[in-house]
Structure formats: structure tokens, C-alpha cells
């Protein structure tokens, strides 16, 4: 099931490597923001996402982004403080079962590189990176870098503040680590005065609801379904998830709203059922509200 990838949003604004200081004045070395398209990537069994990092940022002669895995430092760690173990919010359920490490890229070597492609009319390109090659900072887990004359591929925009655009040539699949992601942009001016900020994103594996059936059983309804993922393992394109809660919504007829009237949690065969009571006639459907690992998803409408 394919999903729209096009969504934008400033994830980050810049914090500094440094200790809290005064706003600096017009000028002077900062980042506004750090953008990534998509905000919220999902990969199915094939394909993959490419990303486009923008950095809002003035005073630099040069910045920098990196990609990895992790979330990112909250805005009260200090710096170079180990920011410690997750402690956002606990996801649901399906976070709990633990997801295989993978090689980010099997067709790539360690320490082999990815020739980078340059668009007509853009400076030059990056120095290849293993992995996630990129126009400018390429990213792979760990590893940074920057363009050979100090400039990312695209500087789109002069000015106070210029935006840098970041092409990495290779995109995200399902072989790459799920869950938080972390961007971090460094600029760095002429003095060797630098600033850093930091971004994330989820990176998401596919789900989906199959099979939904609603079936009146005297003044209710049964509603059953099985619930997908994506293999964390790989070995096949999806498995059912199990130990997941599923929300049954009714919208009844004449009516342009949904609400929830129930909910079910899945088997170990990703198999759900749920029986509730029905007011009337109209539609009846099944939603996943998702994890940090893994998309929502809702099933297609049944009229009962």
C-alpha cells in the first residue's frame, strides 16, 4: 500500500555546540531550521525514500549534515553529555518486539564508495560516502562528510540567510534501521566558529489491514481482520503482527463522521475480531494508529 511522501516540516530550530548564549545579531553564524521532505518516510517491502535535508542558515562558508540512527538530543542536554536512554513517551505495543539490526545497503561493501550524480547547473558534487552517498554531506551511520570545496551540492538562496539543500543519491528501504532518526547540521564560517542543530524523523515500515469483514449478529455487528507488517526480518514482503490494538469506527449514514465504537487486539496470526453494537446502518472500517517503527493504517470501508 503506497502512501504520499510529500509532506513538509521544520523539524528543528538550531541549537549551538556550545552553552546557551544572548540571540546572535544580524550576521552573525546560525542555523534557523533544518527541513526534511518527507517529514515522516514509510518504506514498504520494495522501493525506498529519497530525502532532501534544507538548512536555513547565515554567516557560513560551509555546512555540513549527517544522518544516523538515534533520536535526537533533547534541548536542555548539555554538550557532549551523553544524552542517556529514550525517554520519550512509550509507543504502543509493537515497539516492544525487537527488530533485527541489517546491513544499511547489502549491495554496498564496507568502505566502498557511491559515485554521486550532479544535476545540470549545481556546483560540485560530494565525496562519494559508503552507503547513503550524497550531492554534499553524504550520510551513513557514523560517518560524515563534506563537498571537496567546502560548499554542498545546491545553495539555493542568498541573502541573510541562504538555504543549503542536501541530495543524498541514496535513497532509505526497508534494510535500514526503523524508528528515530537523527539529522544534525554543522555550519562553519570563515573563523572556524561553528554551530550545530539538530533534527528527527521516524522512519517507518508498512502496514496494512487485510481481509476486514462486518457480518450482523443480531442488534451488533462482527467485525474481523488481519493485521501486516513489513518483515523486520526480510525474508518475506510481510508477517502478521500480533499483540497490536486495531480501532473499529462506524460512520453512519448521512453522516461525514467517524467515530470509534470499539477495538480489538490482534493474534499471534495478526487475526482480530470484535463484536459491537450497531445503531443503525452505514459504514464500518479498521484502523492501526501505528508506532515509531511502524505506519498507521486504516482497511477500506465496509457498508453493513
Request: proline letters at 12%.
Amino acid at each position: 500500500m503506497m502512501r504520499p511522501l510529500l509532506a513538509t516540516l521544520v523539524l528543528a530550530t538550531a541549537t549551538t555546540a556550545a552553552a546557551a548564549a544572548p540571540a546572535p545579531a544580524s550576521g552573525d553564524l546560525a542555523i534557523r531550521s533544518v527541513v526534511v521532505r518527507p517529514s515522516d518516510p514509510v518504506v514498504g517491502p520494495s522501493g525506498s525514500v529519497r530525502l532532501v535535508v534544507d538548512v536555513v542558515a547565515r554567516g557560513a562558508d560551509r555546512v555540513s549534515v549527517v544522518l544516523e540512527p538515534g533520536r535526537a538530543p533533547a534541548e536542555d542536554d548539555e554538550p557532549g553529555e551523553d544524552p542517556g536512554p529514550d525517554v520519550t513517551p512509550s509507543p504502543p505495543s509493537g515497539d516492544a518486539v525487537p527488530v533485527p539490526s541489517v546491513s544499511p545497503d547489502p549491495a554496498v561493501p564496507p568502505g566502498a564508495t557511491v559515485p554521486a550524480t550532479v544535476p545540470p547547473g549545481t556546483v560540485p558534487a560530494a565525496v562519494p560516502l559508503p552507503g547513503l552517498g550524497g550531492l554534499a554531506s553524504a550520510v551513513v551511520p557514523g560517518v560524515t562528510g563534506a563537498s571537496r570545496d567546502g560548499r554542498p551540492a545546491r545553495r539555493i538562496s542568498s541573502g541573510e540567510w541562504e538555504t543549503w539543500r542536501f541530495l543524498p543519491d541514496k535513497a532509505l528501504s526497508r534494510w535500514y534501521p526503523s524508528g528515530p532518526w537523527t539529522v544534525v547540521a554543522t555550519a562553519v564560517n570563515g573563523r572556524g566558529e561553528r554551530v550545530v542543530a539538530h533534527a528527527g524523523f521516524n522512519l517507518r515500515r508498512e502496514t496494512e489491514i487485510e481481509g476486514l469483514k462486518v457480518a450482523r449478529e443480531g442488534n451488533g455487528v462482527r467485525v474481523t481482520g488481519t493485521l501486516m507488517r513489513v518483515d523486520p526480518v526480510g525474508k518475506v514482503d510481510y508477517r502478521p503482527f500480533a499483540g497490536q490494538r486495531v480501532r473499529i469506527r462506524f460512520r453512519p449514514e448521512g453522516s461525514s463522521r467517524w467515530k470509534t465504537v470499539g477495538e480489538a487486539v490482534t493474534r499471534r496470526d495478526g487475526w482480530f475480531t470484535a463484536r459491537v453494537r450497531a445503531d443503525g446502518e452505514g459504514a464500518w472500517r479498521a484502523e492501526y494508529a501505528g508506532t515509531s517503527r511502524y505506519a498507521a493504517d486504516a482497511s477500506p470501508q465496509r457498508e453493513a
